[in-house]
C-alpha cells in the first residue's frame, strides 16, 4: 500500500488540502502511543487479543517488528542528528484506580491491566507505560502525558510546541485510526502544517488503517513515508 501511495488519488478535489513544502528545520517530530503496553506481544494488549484475535495479533505485531518501530527509531536519529524538537506522547493514569482516564478508557484499560496483574497496567511510572526501548527519550525531549486519545486535548502540547516556534508536525505512531489520526488532525486544525509519516503507524488491519491516510491527505494534511522525511534537504541522518 504504502508504495502506492494510495492517499494522492485525493489531490485536486473538491474541498482539499492546499498542499505546502515539507521543510525539516520547521518541524517537530511527534510519537504518539508507542509503549510497552502495546508494543510487547507479552503484555496487557497482546496478550488480551492473541487467543482471540490471532489474526489481528499477527497483523499488528508483524507490521511493528519490520515497519513502524525500525521506521520510528530512523526518524528519531535524524531529528537527535539535526538538534530539532522531539515530543514523546504517552497514555498513562496518574491514579491508582485509572479514573483520571476518559470513562470508556477507564473501563477499557481496567480490563486490560488486569491481564498484567494490575488493575491499571497504564499507571505513569509502570513498566506497560514506558515507551519501546529503542525510542526511550534522551535529555531535553519533551514527554507529555496524556488520558484523551488526542495530545492536544489532555496536555499542554499546543504551548510547548509555540513555545519552540514549531511550525510543522511529523506524526506517527499508534494507532493510526485513534489516537494518531485525533492528534494529527487537532493539529492541523490549530494551524500546524501536519505531515503524517505512514510507515510509521499502524492499526489493527489494513481495513482500519489505509482509510485514515485517504482522508487526512485529502481533508488534513500531506502524508509522507519515511524515506521523504530523511530526504529532505540538508537533512543529517
Not at 12 to 17: A, E, F, L, N, W
Not at 155 to 180: F, K, P, Y
Request: glycine residues 10%; negative net charge.
Amino acid at each position: 500500500m504504502a508504495a502506492e501511495r494510495s492517499w494522492t488519488r485525493h489531490e485536486g478535489k473538491p474541498g482539499g488540502y492546499q498542499r505546502v513544502p515539507f521543510e525539516l528545520g520547521r518541524s517537530c517530530l511527534v510519537i504518539v502511543d508507542v509503549q510497552r503496553y502495546w508494543t510487547e506481544p507479552s503484555g496487557p494488549f497482546g496478550s488480551g487479543i492473541e487467543a482471540g484475535f490471532p489474526d489481528i495479533f499477527a497483523y499488528f505485531y508483524d507490521r511493528l517488528a519490520r515497519t513502524v518501530r525500525p521506521n520510528l527509531a530512523r526518524l528519531l536519529g535524524l531529528y537527535r542528528a539535526n538538534g530539532l524538537p522531539v515530543v514523546h506522547v504517552v497514555t498513562g493514569s496518574a491514579r491508582e484506580d485509572g479514573t483520571d482516564f476518559l470513562f470508556h478508557m477507564q473501563r477499557r484499560f481496567a480490563r486490560g491491566g488486569k491481564a498484567a496483574g494490575s488493575f491499571n497496567a497504564l499507571r505513569i511510572g509502570s513498566e506497560w507505560h514506558a515507551e519501546a526501548d529503542e525510542l526511550t527519550p534522551q535529555p531535553g525531549e519533551i514527554v507529555v502525558n496524556k488520558t484523551t486519545r488526542s495530545a492536544f486535548n489532555s496536555t499542554g502540547i499546543d504551548q510547548l510546541l509555540r513555545h519552540m516556534r514549531v511550525e510543522q508536525l511529523v506524526v506517527g505512531g499508534l494507532a493510526s485510526n485513534a489516537c494518531v489520526q485525533a492528534t494529527a488532525q487537532d493539529g492541523a486544525d490549530r494551524g500546524y502544517e501536519t505531515f503524517l509519516a505512514e510507515d510509521c503507524c499502524a492499526a489493527f488491519s489494513v481495513e482500519s488503517h489505509a482509510p485514515v491516510f485517504d482522508n487526512f491527505h485529502w481533508i488534513f494534511g500531506s502524508v509522507l513515508l519515511t524515506s521523504d522525511i530523511v530526504g529532505a534537504g540538508g537533512a543529517r541522518s
